[in-house]
């Protein structure tokens, strides 16, 4: 059973010619035995059909007749939601060579034809006369044909009498719609043909009836369907890009306001100008959604620059959501974005995400998958998934709103891979890394072997980059190294230079508090031989080397002296206590 169709006027988006429309398709309460389900039928043979459809289940036919097009044009809400939407689709069907075939359903309520199951009405009447016009919507010769077609599945049909109000040929009725050249500006055409089915009640009281009815409806009206080709015109308005579903393969970054080079936009003006000068050289790759609408496969930019000069419609490729695997248009969108333009490391990594939430794949499967297509790695080598985790672990730094310059000056390509990946991005602390890249590598450009010598001597500065960049001398150091013609060498020799005094100055002042122990515990006359304690070394600042002299007949005392002196002084204070009176 489908669930309670919601109160609104359904836009359906079909690969034929095919139109269904149904002006009056309000369901009224379960408990109400007068209610009916024409627009259940309709929706189960627009799917079967995979055609358009227009259905309104919103308003009733007793607060609105929407098959009556006056009524409707003094309404514009209502007039743009259903009878423009109508237009579009017969349009977008003429726009890719097909001739439109529209099908109005509505319920047989004329109690004299209840015998037959569909009542065919194609404006038909009398020529010349002015009681009853001929105004026909369909040749005689289609009309036989799809009656046929529809009795080979067992539907019984007949023609609307000349008299009948089923024929569907006043002026004002919706079947007319294409054919009054003064009924509405711009609706008129020829080309269009139309039928106006009614059907008999019963077959659409219950849900499941008109189910079944559509289902037999669907292979005799196949056989009038002509389908799209696979490249069409489409309305750009149904395309979708909002929610993140709509973006799932669309890994060229956009839209994200707090990286301020992001969105290129010189390159979409550009593009926008080129495709206004020179038209659009390369379709768009859509997605025909289970909804119906689209969605973009390849070519965002290329949508984006499309809107910014007003376009309405736009050639595509289009497949079906339901034709192919996930897998599959990730790699179709992999192909058709680096054939025309190479993947920036962001990009790279954002499609890497993406595939990896959507097929569920880890770094080894996903470089297996995609490695080679995305031309990362060393040529001739297979792809390592640590490769795929750098590219992984710096799209991270995006997509926690973290570090904008850095992000910026990736797309933009100035600042390398290799130092982002495996310098910048394991750095937990966002404010320690823009701080690095702010005011060493972006401005002193160093290479790697000196960069990590420029870290390490930070590092011995203070707890963490940050507090090490702002202390004074790191100040000159990096003031003096801007102002020469190799600022990353000079910055190192500084740095060396300002590493070198602090630790004359560490081991001095080391020295003199051991010389103090020395003399208030061991006595004035004692020597480093008598007690001494060498400095902690460079690889284990917490490990001390204290050397004793012990007389024969004083262990006892010796030991003594130094457990005070070990007690009352704390040797990795960076000041030692004062000595005991």
């Known amino acids: 059973m489908r669930p309670d169709l919601p109160p609104t006027i359904h836009k359906i988006l079909g690969n034929n010619n095919i139109i269904i ?7 009224a309460s379960q408990e109400d035995q007068q209610g009916h389900y024409l627009a259940d039928l309709a929706m189960t043979l627009a799917d079967q059909l995979h055609c358009y459809a227009v259905i309104n289940t919103k308003y009733k036919k007793e607060i609105m007749d929407l098959s009556n097009i006056t009524a409707v044009k003094s309404r514009p809400k209502v007039r743009d939601t259903f009878l423009l939407q ?9 726009g890719n060579g097909l001739l439109p075939l529209i099908l109005f359903f509505q319920v047989n309520t004329d109690c004299d034809t209840l015998q037959e199951m569909l009542l065919f009405g194609y404006g038909q009447g009398e020529r010349g006369s002015s009681e009853a016009p001929h105004s026909p919507t369909i040749s005689p010769s289609l009309l036989s044909k799809i009656r046929i077609a529809a009795s080979d599945q067992h539907l019984q049909t007949a023609v609307a009498t000349v008299d009948s109000p089923l024929c569907g040929r006043e002026r004002a009725h919706i079947n007319q719609l294409f054919r009054q050249k003064q009924c509405l500006e711009g609706y008129y055409d020829p080309e269009v043909r139309s039928l106006l089915i009614s059907v008999r009640p019963d077959l659409v009281n219950q849900q ?4 079944s009815i559509a289902q037999m409806l669907a292979p005799a009206f196949a056989q009038f ?4 080709s696979l490249v069409r015109n489409i309305d750009i308005d149904n395309i979708d890009t909002t929610s993140p579903k709509d973006l ?6 956009q839209g994200e306001s707090r990286y301020a080079d992001l969105l290129r936009e010189s390159y979409i003006e550009e593009l926008a100008v080129s495709i206004e000068r020179n038209g659009l050289l390369h379709p768009l790759v859509l997605l025909k959604k289970d909804d119906g609408r689209y969605k973009i496969l390849c070519g965002f930019r290329r949508y984006q620059a499309l809107k910014r000069i007003h376009r309405t419609s736009v050639e595509a490729k289009v497949y079906q959501e339901s034709d192919f695997s996930s897998e599959d248009f990730f790699n179709i969108s992999l192909a058709e974005n680096t054939k025309r333009r190479n993947l920036n490391p962001l990009e790279i990594g954002n499609f890497l995400e993406s595939a990896s939430v959507s097929l ?4 080894a499967q996903l470089a297996d998958q995609f490695g080679g297509m995305l031309g990362i790695g060393k040529p001739g080598q297979k792809v390592s998934h640590s490769t795929i985790h750098k590219y992984r672990k710096v799209n991270q730094i995006r ?3 973290e570090s904008p310059e850095i992000i910026s000056d990736m797309i933009n390509e100035k600042l390398q891979f290799s130092v982002a990946s495996e310098t910048l991005a394991p750095m937990k602390d966002s404010k320690e890394r823009d701080a690095l890249y702010l005011h060493i590598i972006r401005p002193f450009a160093p290479n790697r072997p000196q960069l990590a010598k420029i870290i390490t001597l930070l590092e011995g500065m203070a707890t963490n980059l940050q507090t090490a960049l702002s202390l004074k001398p790191v100040q000159q150091a990096l003031t003096k190294a801007a102002k020469s013609a190799q600022p990353a060498a000079v910055l190192l020799k500084q740095l060396s230079k300002k590493k070198d005094t602090e630790g004359a100055n560490r081991l001095a002042d080391f020295e003199s508090r051991v010389e103090q122990i020395r003399r208030t515990y061991f006595g004035e006359l004692a020597s480093k031989r008598d007690f001494n304690i060498s400095p902690p070394s460079p690889m284990n600042d917490a490990e001390f080397i204290i050397n004793i002299r ?7 005392a010796t030991l003594q002296r130094l457990q005070s002196a070990l007690e009352e002084n704390d040797l990795f204070a960076e000041q030692p206590k004062k000595a005991p009176a």
């Open 86 to 94: 109508i237009k579009k689709f017969k349009d977008e069907i003429a």
């Open 208 to 211: 499941q009836t008109a189910i």
């Open 21 to 27: 429309v149904v002006a009056d398709g309000y369901r």
């Open 248 to 253: 799932e393969f669309i890994f060229r970054l």
């Open 225 to 228: 369907s002509q389908a799209m």
């Open 399 to 401: 997509l926690r709103g």
């Open 360 to 363: 569920g794949l880890n770094n």
């Open 550 to 556: 012990i007389k024969k007949g004083e262990t006892q």
